[in-house]
């Protein structure tokens, strides 16, 4: 399984971004899918999750501000990043999780994006 993030960048405060990720593979079928988003110098945080039914949920930080979204049928999600805030610059990471037949995690490299003030 091969996980790929894709759309970060360089943007002023108050812009947006569309972060795309596409997790790949013989047969695979995530579960649930996620956004994870690590500064410099803090740990990895959560973002926002979105599993197979279409359920979102957002961390405090950013709900109202971002929309999680996913294509089933090509196992691609979207972050789209609006109003975004200096403290928003991170490395943005996806997650995808199966569950069958067992539970695995796979992470992609991760893509930055920089919000300058």
């Known amino acids: 399984v091969q996980v790929v993030e894709s759309g970060g960048g360089l943007v002023q405060a108050g812009g947006s971004l569309r972060l795309s990720c596409v997790a790949s593979?013989?047969?695979?079928?995530?579960?649930?899918m996620g956004w994870y988003r690590q500064a410099p110098g803090k740990q990895r945080e959560w973002v926002a999750g979105?599993?197979?039914?279409?359920?979102?949920n957002y961390a405090d930080s950013v709900k109202g501000r971002f929309t999680i979204s996913r294509v089933n049928a090509e196992n691609t999600m979207f972050l789209q990043m609006t109003s975004l805030k200096p403290e928003d610059t991170a490395v943005y990471y996806c997650?995808?999780?199966?569950?069958?037949?067992?539970?695995?995690?796979?992470w992609g490299q991760g893509t930055q994006v920089t919000v300058s003030s």
């Open positions: 997650n995808a999780v199966e569950t069958i037949p067992a539970l695995k995690i796979h």
């Open positions: 979105i599993n197979a039914g279409g359920t979102t």
């Open positions: 593979g013989s047969m695979f079928s995530p579960n649930a």
